[in-house]
C-alpha cells in the first residue's frame, strides 16, 4: 500500500476548503428570512454547524486522500469523480437553501447529496477500509441535515 502522497492531499485539501468557503459564502443563518422560519426543537445550536463542519471537512480531505492515494490506477479516475461531484453537491445546498430561499428544492438536492455520499463512503472504503470510516461521519451528518431540512420544509410550506 502506498502512503497518502502530499500532493493528493493538498489537492483533496484545496477542494474541501473551497467547498467550504462557497457554502460559508452561500450561508445566511443570520438573515430575517432564515431567523423566520419555523425549525423544530432539535436543531443544534447556530455555533455547532461550524464545529461539526470543520471536523467533517478535514475528514472528507484526508480520507478522500488516503482512498485516492490507495485506488488502483485503473479506478483512481472514477473515485476521484465521484468526490468531484459530492464537493459540488455539497457546495451547492446551501446557495438553494439559504441564498434562493428555498427549503424544498434544497430538501430535493439533499436526498441526492446522501446518494453521493453512499457512493464515496463504498468506492472509499474499497479502496481503504480506514479512508472508507472516515467518510461515515459526513454521511451521517448528513442525513441529519436531511432530517432537519424536511421538517423545516414541512413547518414553513409557504416558503
Request: no cysteine.
Amino acid at each position: 500500500m502506498r502512503k497518502t502522497r502530499a500532493t493528493t492531499l493538498l489537492a483533496t485539501g484545496l477542494a474541501t476548503a473551497a467547498t467550504a468557503a462557497v457554502g460559508g459564502l452561500a450561508t445566511t443563518s443570520g438573515s430575517a428570512w432564515y431567523r423566520r422560519l419555523s425549525k423544530p426543537s432539535w436543531q443544534p445550536p447556530a455555533q455547532a454547524f461550524p464545529l461539526v463542519w470543520t471536523t467533517l471537512y478535514g475528514l472528507i480531505a484526508y480520507g478522500g486522500a488516503r482512498a485516492l492515494s490507495r485506488e488502483d490506477e485503473e479506478r483512481r479516475g472514477a473515485l476521484g469523480r465521484v468526490l468531484a461531484v459530492n464537493l459540488a453537491l455539497n457546495a451547492a445546498w446551501p446557495a438553494l437553501f439559504f441564498k434562493a430561499r428555498s427549503p424544498r428544492l434544497a430538501l430535493a438536492e439533499i436526498v441526492v447529496l446522501n446518494a453521493s455520499n453512499l457512493a464515496l463512503v463504498r468506492r472509499a472504503g474499497r479502496a481503504d477500509r480506514a479512508a472508507g470510516a472516515m467518510l461515515v461521519p459526513y454521511a451521517a451528518w448528513t442525513a441529519f441535515a436531511t432530517a432537519l431540512n424536511a421538517s423545516i420544509a414541512r413547518r414553513n410550506p409557504g416558503r
